[in-house]
């Protein structure tokens, strides 16, 4: 079907023809879609050239829909693409309300006619201006620009608009700007527009808490923008629009191809029902076949036609790299290219649908050799190898490297999506949430070339799985750490592992050689309590110690995550502190940086503990005067009196203890914290 729209375009007079389909092609957005490219643009001279109307300028009026829907005319010209805009349309152009431009696309052989209107050809900068109507100026200076902001994407962007278009007409212009064309044809009236403005008037504002809001969902909170009202009419007369406000909600249609599925997505699928789910039939079809696939064992037969480009061209892709197997001795290298075609279709589907899933590959001992990422939450993660590999060696790997189930890595899901391979046999595996060493169990097998057609369905299959791993988890378990990935800075370089995190420093990051051997004390110090837990320390666990070549490996346990304490949690999360310091500071030192970026939360299950890390900085306070346990207490007093609002009358004298710290001796985390036991034995009497 043919598509019609009028547009403006501004470029300088001595354009080529050529730079100016370029223009158009941006403009119209069609760069966003891998299917279409500049060159299936046409243009044409809006002026005929034949017949009575000789020379006349295509006109915009009540005719000009009806003009363009016939198709392309005889009576207009292509123009030349090694031409000016000057050589086709002459020096000069006086005609007011005229077409200068038609284009048309061939796409899948339908012509999409485009007009552009003219009404004051060239400006004082010698650019040739193109503008809606003769009245584009009056209509400047009632303009207001708004803010827009996705439900989901979470993009947000601004539009300039006159303040009495109606919100059909604003929806059309916030469906051109956004560019909804992914993989499948949506039409601007698929948008739902909201007034960001809730029923105590105040606007939704742009700040931290957006994107978290827009990820969250659909909001009962704001009403729906009628699309025959006015923006008048929506938002009261004269209305005025302040800076850092959103005020226009969009809700975009969901993607063809995930109209189909008819999964709850706000489900996750019980690990026992994963191999049914995957290997069922993708719930459409393709117009054609795809050689040399056999669609039948892919698609439903009864399913609606979805004609997307993109699956057409990935079938296809499949279709011929499989057709040929590997030898008996190709690399694992070789192999990984067959997977990683296979593992790019879940992370497309959940693309088409606004989660962003984030691949990363690593080749060493400790790491998976492929994990698959969502907001630093792991939801897949893999081990490959070469065919002459047992595959029951591949799953060892698999079950060895993840050793616990870890909030921080994998918060709160049932499950986790494993697997491993050898050459072409692939053992998909659910890894399940345990509070004690994490076992695969196998959800299917098969061979990805002489089963291309099931491997196919069950990695569209998985996106689907993977999007509601996504969207239905809260994790609420953040870290400043991405999983498997370094984090580094001039002083040292962390890795977030399974249970630990790997903390390396190199002599040459440090001050001297003895700042070096300094921090080697530290923790071979803090290594010591290793005995006791870090439970009752509420200090890191030092479970390795590497010093060679003027480099230190440390591995610590366990493994927590930023969570500032509760009203109700404060007494507790304060004794853990107080715990942690009379533990440091009997083993002579002073930590240094008590603050909130050094403290974490490590989960139990139902409850947890406080845990104070960063030891780094930690001296001895007999070598350095300058570092006193009493400046541990002072730093954190400061802490404790950020919550002074709703402390206890206990915990307000706990405060006046810590904060003496900088004037008396007297005052050790020892003796508050026995003051704060008999301040609870006295409140529990």
């Known amino acids: 079907m043919a598509k019609e729209m009028c547009f403006s375009l501004k470029v300088e007079r001595n354009t080529r023809v050529h730079e100016l389909r370029v223009a158009i092609f941006r403009a119209l957005r069609y760069n966003e879609r891998p299917h279409v490219v500049d060159s299936n643009l046409t243009l044409y001279e809006a002026r005929t050239k034949r017949g009575e109307k000789d020379g006349e300028w295509l006109k915009n009026d009540r005719e000009l829909d009806r003009t363009l829907r016939s198709g392309v005319s005889a009576e207009y010209d292509k123009m030349r693409q090694s031409g000016t805009l000057e050589a086709c349309f002459g020096l000069w152009l006086t005609r007011e309300g005229a077409q200068t431009v038609a284009t048309s696309t061939q796409e899948d052989d339908a012509v999409i006619p485009h007009t552009h209107y003219l009404s004051n050809p060239f400006d004082d900068s010698g650019a040739f201006e193109v503008s809606s109507s003769p009245e584009l100026s009056a209509m400047e200076n009632n303009q207001v620009e708004i803010w827009c902001a996705e439900y989901g994407g979470g993009n947000v962007f601004p539009l300039k608009i006159d303040r009495n278009t109606p919100v059909h007409e604003l929806r059309a212009a916030i469906f051109r700007e956004m560019c909804t064309n992914k993989q499948s044809v949506f039409v601007d009236h698929d948008l739902t ?47 005025k629009l302040g800076c850092g406000d959103i005020h226009v909600l969009v809700e975009l249609p969901t993607n063809e191809l995930w109209r189909s599925f008819d999964d709850d997505l706000t489900k996750v699928p019980a690990a026992s029902q994963l191999k049914t789910r995957l290997m069922q039939p993708l719930p459409f079809r393709l117009p054609r076949l795809v050689y040399p696939m056999d669609s039948d064992k892919i698609f439903k037969k009864d399913g609606p036609v979805v004609d997307c480009e993109w699956l057409t061209t990935t079938l296809r892709y499949v279709g011929h790299l499989y057709s040929n197997r590997p030898d008996a001795d190709a690399t694992e290298s070789l192999w990984q290219q067959y997977y990683d075609v296979l593992l790019a279709i879940p992370i497309d589907m959940c693309r088409f649908n606004d989660i962003l899933l984030r691949e990363k590959r690593h080749k060493t001992f400790t790491k998976p050799d492929y994990v698959l990422l969502h907001n630093k939450l792991v939801l897949l993660r893999g081990e490959e190898r070469h065919a002459k590999v047992e595959m029951g060696k591949t799953l060892k790997v698999l079950a060895r490297k993840m050793r616990k189930w870890s909030p921080v890595l994998y918060g709160d899901l049932p499950y986790i999506i494993g ?10 595996v659910a890894i399940e949430r345990s509070d004690g060493q994490c076992q695969p169990t ?29 969207v239905t988890t809260k994790h609420s378990c953040t870290n400043a750490l991405t999983p498997f990935t370094l984090d580094m800075n001039e002083k040292r370089t962390l890795v977030l592992l399974d249970g630990v995190i790997e903390r390396t420093i190199q002599l040459g990051q440090c001050e001297s050689k003895a700042d070096f051997e300094r921090v080697v004390g530290v923790y071979k110090t803090l290594q010591k309590l290793k005995t006791v837990g870090s439970d009752l320390t509420h200090l890191q666990t030092v479970e390795r110690v590497r010093v060679e070549d003027a480099e230190l490996l440390v591995e610590l346990s366990p493994v927590g995550y930023d969570q500032h304490p509760e009203s ?19 083993r ?14 490590v989960s139990t299950g139902e409850s947890g503990y406080w845990l104070l890390i960063g030891m780094d900085t930690s001296q001895r306070q007999s070598e350095d005067p300058s570092f006193r346990f009493e400046h541990d207490l002072c730093q954190l007093g400061e802490l404790l009196s950020e919550f002074k609002g709703g402390l206890s009358e206990s915990l307000k004298n706990i405060l006046v203890m810590l904060e003496s710290a900088s004037f008396t001796r007297d005052v050790t985390a020892e003796s508050v914290l026995g003051q704060l036991w008999t301040d609870h034995d006295v409140a529990m009497e």
């Open 568 to 586: 109700g949690e404060v007494g507790q999360w304060l004794e853990h502190m107080l715990m942690a310091l009379k533990c440091w500071h009997g």
């Open 442 to 470: 196998t959800i299917l097998e098969l061979d990805i070339v002489k089963q291309r057609e099931d491997a196919l369905k069950v990695f569209f299959n998985l996106g689907v799985v993977l999007y509601q791993l996504a």
């Open 419 to 428: 697997y491993a391979t050898a050459g072409s046999s692939l053992q998909l």
């Open 193 to 239: 527009l909201y007034e960001a403005r809730a029923k105590n008037r105040e606007w939704l504002k742009s700040d931290r808490n957006l994107r978290r809001f827009l990820r969250s969902g659909v909001s009962t909170e704001y009403e729906e923008m009628p699309p025959q009202w006015s923006l008048e009419r929506c938002f009261g007369k004269d209305f």
């Open 588 to 601: 002579g030192y002073c930590h240094g940086n008590v603050s909130w970026r050094n403290i974490v939360f």
